[in-house]
């Protein structure tokens, strides 16, 4: 099956690429294997500072870039830009900040001289998601080539041409030929990518099976994996909130990128005693949102990613309504042409619906009435999935108490759960485990070496 581009504000589909053969795949298998050990011993300063040209063409380049996400996924073009930026800004951490985290740590021990060593384990391949379809794979590559490994990409099937894209920035960047590569292949070729002997180890950023599927196939050849998968995040309304501000933020928590974010608001966990206030004023903010074509700077709803999608969540939001969710805004498609879906909010949400349970991944907001702050703790670690939480009150010592109760990866007070270069990120049961960015990042794909120095 070849890889598609099908702008979703229309359907149309825009260009094809093949997929690759497996001569094809194993020769570029190869040529990687060989650019990676040299790139092993190339200077961490060095590295730096291709990381540095990185960013350069990357701002310099900022509208043809935001124009690919627009075209292949749907994505606000103002929302390119700043997942642009972003990406700029996560190369300029690490060239920042890389050499600090790779130098030796001497440690004293009975030695003459002791320390651990962090040296780069090879190639890392990165099965990649299209929803952020730049950020999501600079947010792990940077790191991994800062910390001298080489990077093979197996990007989704319908973001191709910024899989592409993204090779062409490292190399136009002066990273050596075959330091990172994009490979064009299809799901059902990614496990015997992993069980190769040339690869050292997977990150994979996506839904729960795919996850569990990558797991196990690399724990089959004992390599090392990262896995950021779904979540269904608690955004925790307490009766001291800024209502204002929270309201604002709410907004822009559940209904960015049209809802299709791992770390996105999901589940608004609201106390009885501000819940029809916050309800009311949520809803009157969601109205005003108006679908269009995402290269319209006007627009602020854009299109999910694909057809196929939007089907799948209003099948959700369906059965959530026939067990009793109220829908107070939304819940059909919109009747038009490309994949949009209505703003929705979902009101008396309740354990044994699918919006209980399940990840909602597109733009509709799933409302839990609890009484107190105790229950609103108790139902947001009800769930499965561990990525990130919010918690909202003007009480910030009461909100950091809360946030260690919460059984997440990620919690922030008084602002929606985001990526920062400087702070890990990555969640705990069903949502995966190890971490991306800062210096938990670029020490995934790390082998920590102990030396022991002995002078006789």
């Not at 996924?73 to 830009?81: H, I, Q, S, T, V």
């Not at 490292?170 to 070729?189: H, W």
């Not at 999901?266 to 290269?295: H, N, Y």
Request: charged residues 25%.
């Amino acid at each position: 099956m070849p890889f598609q581009t099908i702008n979703p504000a229309n359907g149309e589909l825009v260009k094809e690429f093949p997929t690759w053969t497996e001569s094809e795949l194993d020769r570029v298998l190869s040529e990687v294997d060989t650019a990676s050990a040299a790139w092993a011993e190339t200077p961490v300063e060095k590295r730096c500072e291709l990381l540095r040209n990185t960013a350069q063409l990357l701002r310099g380049n900022v509208e043809e870039y935001a124009a690919i996400m627009t075209l292949e996924m749907g994505k606000l073009l103002r929302e390119g830009r700043a997942e642009i930026e972003k990406c700029a800004q996560v190369c300029d951490y690490y060239a920042d900040h890389a050499a600090e985290y790779l130098a030796d740590k001497i440690v004293e021990t009975d030695a003459s001289r002791s320390l651990i060593a962090y040296l780069p384990l090879g190639t890392v391949l990165a099965v990649m998601p299209w929803n952020f379809p730049f950020w999501q794979v600079m947010r792990f590559a940077v790191g991994a080539l800062a910390g001298g490994n080489a990077v093979v990409l197996k990007h989704a099937s319908n973001v191709p041409q910024a899989a592409l894209a993204v090779e062409e920035i490292f190399r136009k960047a002066g990273l050596p030929e075959g330091v990172f590569r994009t490979l064009m292949i299809g799901a059902s070729q990614v496990k015997s990518v992993i069980e190769d002997d040339r690869i050292c180890g997977v990150t994979l950023t996506g839904s729960e099976p795919a996850g569990r599927a990558v797991a196990q196939a690399a724990a089959g050849v004992i390599k090392k994996s990262v896995l950021e998968l779904g979540g269904s995040d608690a955004f925790i309304v307490l009766d001291d909130c800024d209502m204002e501000h929270t309201v604002q933020q709410a907004v822009i928590a559940r209904y960015q990128n049209c809802g299709q974010v791992c770390i996105a608001a999901k589940r608004f966990i609201v106390v009885d005693a501000i819940a029809d206030e916050f309800v009311s004023r949520f809803k009157q903010a969601v109205e005003t949102l108006q679908p269009g074509d995402p290269m319209d700077e006007a627009c602020t709803l854009a299109p999910m990613s694909r057809e196929d999608l939007r089907d799948e969540l209003h099948e959700q939001v369906t059965d959530s309504i026939k067990a009793g969710a109220v829908a107070i805004i939304g819940g059909e498609p919109f009747d038009m042409p490309g994949a949009y879906y209505q703003p929705t909010i979902l009101d008396k949400v309740k354990p044994g619906m699918r919006a209980w349970d399940e990840e909602f991944f597109g733009p509709v907001a799933l409302i839990i009435r609890v009484k107190d702050e105790a229950e609103a703790i108790a139902v947001a670690n009800d769930s499965r999935f561990g990525l990130g939480s919010s918690i909202w009150t003007r009480d910030t010592v009461r909100g950091e108490a809360i946030a260690r109760q919460l059984k997440t990866g990620m919690s922030f007070i008084n602002n929606f759960v985001k990526s920062d270069p400087r702070l890990g990120i990555g969640g705990i049961k069903a949502s995966g485990y190890g971490r991306e960015l800062a210096h938990l990042g670029i020490h995934e794909f790390i082998n920590a070496k102990t030396i022991w120095v002995e002078d006789i």
